[in-house]
């Protein structure tokens, strides 16, 4: 009966490191990036330049950043299918948010690599980093 409770107990702590940690540190991870894009912006200059602009072309660049996010979240999800059996929407998306929120403040957008390759499971890390680097080109010789 004994070795029965351990069981139990050592599966549980196990649970706690596999569903609880990854998503505690992808909270502080996000916080801590939010922080900073916070952090650098003048709100002052937001207001005074949203005043002044026209509001039918904030409307379209909203739109054209949507279809943007959408386009890139599903070329990256069929990218995905390569690595992976059934990458989620949800996953994909994730995992490009992090990819351009972590890619923003380093040199080189450098972490756009670590950022996707982090939010994605079940994949190997090194295959989630050569899916990006593959993704860059695609964008450098469609923007070339």
Known sequence: M???????????????????????T?????????YFIISMVQWQN????????DSSFILIAALLLFVNISVRTLKWRTMLRSVKDKPT???????????ISLGSFTPG???EFAGRALHVTDAKRSHI???ALLDK????????
């Open 2 to 24: 004994e070795t029965e409770f351990n069981k139990i107990d050592t599966s549980q702590s196990g649970w706690v490191w596999k569903k609880v940690v990854p998503i505690v």
């Open 26 to 34: 992808r909270i502080i991870v996000s916080a801590i990036v939010l």
């Open 46 to 53: 937001v207001i005074v330049a949203y005043k002044s602009a």
């Open 89 to 99: 929407f949800k996953e994909a998306f994730g995992s490009v948010m992090l990819g």
């Open 109 to 111: 957008e450098i972490g």
């Open 129 to 131: 980093v050569g899916l």
């Open 137 to 144: 080109a695609q964008i450098f010789v469609v923007t070339s």
